[in-house]
């Protein structure tokens, strides 16, 4: 059996700003990976035109989420960062495997249902096809561990069945062409805990977004203190006072938001909170992680801003990352196109 070096890939797209959600949920996982693992850390601007972008908006948006990559603490020497479209490779994988992927396949595609509302036909093509594109960015380094959040199970087990099938359909070719019995990972997919998942400030049921119309319902990253504070204290609650037990917690998503938010952020369990907080009301908790959620965001927020003042330093990060992404990524798609059939060096 073919074995696959360890190597991480993940993506996000640079569509508005950054929150909570992203930060406690993913880039805090991502950082800590790094000390482990080879990881590679693109900011998907291709995915982001499936919808239309403003092009000034996307290029600022692009730098941005670099930024904050940064300054949430990749490290663009240890890690690869780098902007999808700067990487020709995941463009012709995508193609390859837009030919491996069936339509019933797509058709399964719940986030391409949510994404396209009810008037499917005004979809772009490549809003439909997403899916093989994420596939393309994890193998075309044969990444083998994908660490997302749970809305993106299903894409990464698409892209182990684009792998698989890919492996079979042209299983003569990789044998013949001396790559043994598979080709691509099987990747797994690394699912970010419920511990890290971040909820809506107004609805304690719905994920902490990006696309959510109320402001009030996420804390970005760039937020003032004062803001912070403001919706913190306008944050959704129920009537009771906390309670001193996790199983209290139960039934009652708002409270446990709040407390999970404050435990992720001060690097606690949710007993050791409700064991400073449990019986009390929730304004001393809403108080306490109003103050905690500045001293935790702010240097953060200060050197996104440094970074935003320096944008060719930016640029130059993702033009160095880019080369040692296709450093990975040429080599492996030279090999595709020769298991494929197709002529060239
Ligand atoms: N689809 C992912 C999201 O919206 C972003 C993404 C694109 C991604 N390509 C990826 C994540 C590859 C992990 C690996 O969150």
Redesign the pocket.
């Known amino acids: 059996m073919t074995i696959f070096t360890p190597r991480v890939?993940?993506?996000?797209?640079p569509t508005g700003n950054l929150h909570l959600g992203n930060y406690l949920g993913a880039m805090l996982n991502w950082v800590k990976m790094q000390e482990t693992n080879d990881c590679i850390y693109?900011v998907?601007d291709m995915?982001a035109i499936t919808m239309w972008q403003e092009p000034k908006a996307l290029r600022q948006a692009t730098r941005d989420v670099t930024a904050a990559y940064i300054a949430c603490g990749l490290d663009p020497k240890r890690s690869i960062i780098f902007n999808q479209s700067q990487v020709q490779e995941h463009a012709e994988l995508a193609w390859i495997f837009n030919c491996v992927a069936r339509l019933g396949w797509l058709n399964r595609m719940t986030q391409f249902k949510d994404k396209a509302g009810k008037d499917k036909e005004q979809a772009s093509v490549g809003l439909y096809a997403?899916p093989n594109?994420?596939a393309a960015?994890?193998l075309a380094y044969k990444a083998t561990h994908?660490p997302?959040?749970e809305?993106?199970k299903q894409?990464l087990e698409l892209a182990r069945d684009i792998a698989q099938k890919f492996n079979i359909d042209f299983a003569e070719s990789i044998a013949d062409n001396g790559f043994g019995d598979a080709f691509f990972p099987l990747t797994e997919p690394m699912i970010t805990g419920t511990a890290t998942r971040v909820m809506s400030l107004r609805d304690g049921t719905k994920k902490m977004s990006k696309s959510d119309p109320s402001d009030l319902s996420r804390i970005n990253l760039m937020d003032s203190a004062d803001d912070i504070a403001k919706k913190i204290r306008k944050a959704k609650t129920d009537m009771d006072a906390l309670p001193s037990e996790v199983a209290g917690l139960k039934g009652r998503p708002e409270a446990d938001n709040l407390v999970n938010i404050f435990a992720a952020l001060n690097g606690e369990t949710k007993e050791q909170v409700l064991a400073q907080f449990g019986g009390g009301q929730f304004s001393g908790l809403k108080n306490a992680l109003a103050d905690l959620a500045v001293a935790k965001l702010s240097p953060i927020v200060g050197e996104i801003t440094r970074l935003q003042g320096d944008s060719s330093h930016v640029d130059a990060i993702l033009a160095d990352g880019s080369n040692r992404a296709r450093a990975i990524a040429a080599p492996i798609l030279r090999d595709v196109r020769k298991i494929v059939g197709f002529i060239g060096s």
């Open positions: 890939f993940s993506g996000m797209q693109c998907v995915h997403y594109l994420m960015d994890i994908v997302v959040g809305d993106q894409h």
